[in-house]
Every structure is written in structure tokens, then in C-alpha cells.
């Protein structure tokens, strides 16, 4: 894999867990530090998927081979069937992006060009099934982020209508945290906050009924939105309805399953966490162990499946 400091044309300003951020270089100004706005005035920033994974907040090794072209493909192929909802590619035929240096050939298959947003601090999470880090919540208080959900409800159980459920981006190294509808109004304004909900639920709507179509459940997602730094617009950014950012199942298998882990196998890295879980010890607060080839083989056939099963409709 091309090393992140080897795209001629572009200057690395943040490197994260799984996708590094460039810009390019002839608009690097003498203020573009970390420390203030790393994407300067460039009006785009090259957003680069690694073949990192991570779990645990952890960075893993081996890398995934071809993890970053696989869900590059899936985001761009989700943009396609929502032509209604504003997102952060940027164009050629837009004036601003003429005279831009060309996505190096080493990472076109895993590289977005896209417009710089003013990113807000919220994961717009919307359920489905009540699974995860949900249910977990649920068991303990009856709710997820303050909104109370029925009584009674097993892990994997679909919910009466599909739940909006946002949580507070926290800083690197540190947990996001669920938080309350009312908490991100106070966050972004009460426009805003609507603005992200009802574009949210609309979308996790309409790829549901996709995926189905597919004979795949959507159990959950985030997304994330920024504003256009021109007109303000609310903006669907990162990358969108990935193996990494939703949870996908087996309608059949989630059907006829005769137990949780074959009804709700999901297609996204989750042999990575069951194996770290069964094989290291995060209390002694040692690195994590690395990763078995068959576990990054299984883990990698996983990507590919959910890309092949929704998008050649295998």
C-alpha cells in the first residue's frame, strides 16, 4: 500500500484509524496547522480508506487487503441511488475544482475527492433492530440516548418503526457518547437538528427497503453531515452505508436462524471482535494481539460478500 506521505500534489494534514485526509499542496498556507483548521482554505481535501482496521479504539495488524477500495466503492455506489440528498463529492464541472492535481493512480480505487464542510459534532445513529451498544443501554435504563422503547425487547428484535438515536462525536482517543434529540439541539440549533434527523430517517428508510430487495437487513447505521462552507447546506459526508458504518444481516438467516449467531452474522468485521474478545485480555492494557490469516482472510470475504450481494445483487 502506497504510504501515506507518497501522493504527489497533496500534503497529509490528518492521518485517523482507517482514512488519512490530504489537501492539496499548492494551497497549504503558513496557518494550516493541527492545531487550528487542518483543511486551510482548500476548498477539497482528499479523503484516502486505508486497509486498517480497527476495534477497541485499537489499530490491528495485519491490514485488511483491499478493505479501503471495497467500502470506497460501496459509499460511491449509495451516493448514486440518493441523488436527493446533498453529499461532499466534489465534481469536475464545478469552476471551484478546476486546476486541482489528479487523484495519484495509487489510490483512485480508495480515494474520494471531496468539498471541505464545517463538520458537525454528531453521529446520527438511526435503529432498526435494537442490537449492540443499544440494546446494552436499553437493558440498563429502558431507553436509548433518553427516547424510552417498548418493553419486553430481545437482542435482534426489530422495532415497532425505525428510532433516531444520535450520539456526541468526542474528541480523538476519547468515547462518543449517546446523547438525547434535545442534547443536539442544543448542540447545533434547532434547524439544524431536524435537518439531520428527518434526513436521516429518510435515507435509512430508503436503504432499507434496498437492502431487502437484496435479501439484506439494514439492523442500524450512522451517518455524518457537515455544512456546505458556501451556501450552508446540510451535507452527507464520510462514507455512507459501509460495512464500518452499519450493521447488515442475512434476511433469511435472520428468518430461519436457529441461533443469534447465525441469524444476526453480520457483514462487516465482526469476526474481528469476537476474536480479539476471546484471545485478549483488555484489562492488562497490553497491544492487541495480531491477527490470524484466517481471521483477516474470513474478515476480508465478509467485505466483499456485502458489496457483491448489494451491488451485483448476488
Given amino acids: 500500500m502506497t ?61 485488511i487487503p483491499g478493505k479501503g477500495a471495497l467500502l470506497t ?5 449509495w451516493f448514486d441511488r440518493l441523488p436527493e440528498v446533498p453529499n461532499h463529492l466534489a465534481y469536475a464541472e464545478d469552476d471551484r475544482y478546476h486546476d486541482l492535481p489528479e487523484i495519484p493512480a495509487a489510490v483512485a480505487d480508495r480515494a474520494m475527492l471531496c468539498r471541505t464542510l464545517d463538520m458537525f459534532p454528531i453521529e446520527c445513529v438511526v435503529r432498526g433492530y435494537l442490537t449492540g451498544s443499544g440494546y446494552a443501554e436499553y ?36 468515547h462518543d457518547e449517546n446523547i438525547s434529540y434535545e442534547r443536539t439541539v442544543e448542540l447545533v440549533g434547532e434547524t439544524v437538528a431536524e435537518q439531520l434527523r428527518a434526513i436521516s430517517l429518510a435515507v435509512f428508510q430508503h436503504a432499507s427497503e434496498v437492502a431487502e ?16 462552507r458556501e451556501l450552508g447546506i446540510v451535507t452527507l459526508a464520510d462514507e455512507v452505508l459501509t460495512s464500518d458504518s ?12 436457529a441461533t443469534p449467531e ?9 469476526i474481528v471482535r469476537d476474536w ?15 491477527l490470524p490469516s484466517e481471521i483477516v482472510e474470513q474478515t476480508a470475504e465478509r467485505y466483499r460478500a456485502l458489496v457483491e450481494r448489494l451491488t451485483l445483487g448476488l
Fill in 139 to 174: 437493558v440498563a435504563t429502558g431507553a436509548i440516548g433518553g427516547l424510552p422503547l417498548p418493553a419486553g425487547l430481545q437482542d435482534g428484535d426489530r422495532l415497532p418503526e425505525p428510532v433516531y438515536t444520535p450520539a456526541w462525536k468526542a474528541p480523538l482517543g476519547q
Fill in 262 to 270: 447465525i441469524r444476526m452474522a453480520s457483514f462487516d468485521k465482526q
Fill in 73 to 77: 466503492s460501496l459509499t460511491r455506489w
Fill in 276 to 290: 480479539l474478545a476471546a484471545n485478549w485480555d483488555r484489562s492488562a492494557q497490553s497491544a492487541p494481539p495480531t
Fill in 3 to 63: 504510504h501515506v506521505n507518497d501522493l504527489t500534489g497533496w500534503t497529509l494534514v490528518y492521518s485517523g484509524k482507517v482514512r488519512d485526509l490530504y489537501v492539496p499542496t499548492d494551497l497549504m498556507t503558513d496557518d494550516d496547522t493541527w492545531t487550528g483548521d487542518p483543511m486551510g482554505l482548500s476548498p477539497v481535501v482528499l479523503v484516502v480508506a486505508s486497509d486498517r482496521v480497527s476495534a477497541f479504539d485499537e489499530v490491528l495488524e495485519p491490514e
Fill in 246 to 257: 452499519s450493521r447488515y444481516w442475512d434476511l433469511e438467516a435472520y428468518l430461519t436462524g
Fill in 213 to 228: 430487495e437484496r435479501g439484506l437487513i439494514l439492523a442500524d447505521t450512522k451517518f455524518e453531515f457537515g455544512a456546505d
